[in-house]
């Protein structure tokens, strides 16, 4: 199985060190979804889809930075 980002222009592939998550069920991995689109509207969710690491805030494991509304500052 080839991991491979799926986040438009990313160009992050497994083996180099880098966390791969796959869609969450929910709400979650809708949001994903609806910030994957405003890169790449024709984007689709696979069985196979992953999203890399470095597209999250580190703080944040599943949420991806900038989309959501940041509850806590600091
Ligand atoms: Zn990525």
Known sequence: MVNKCCVY???SRAGLNIRF???PKGDIGNKWI???RQFNPSFEKKVSSNVCGLNF???????ISRTTDRKTSV
């Open 34 to 36: 609806s910030y994957l």
């Open 21 to 23: 998550h796959r869609f």
């Open 57 to 63: 805030d580190p703080d944040l494991d599943y949420e």
């Open 9 to 11: 222009g990313c160009k």
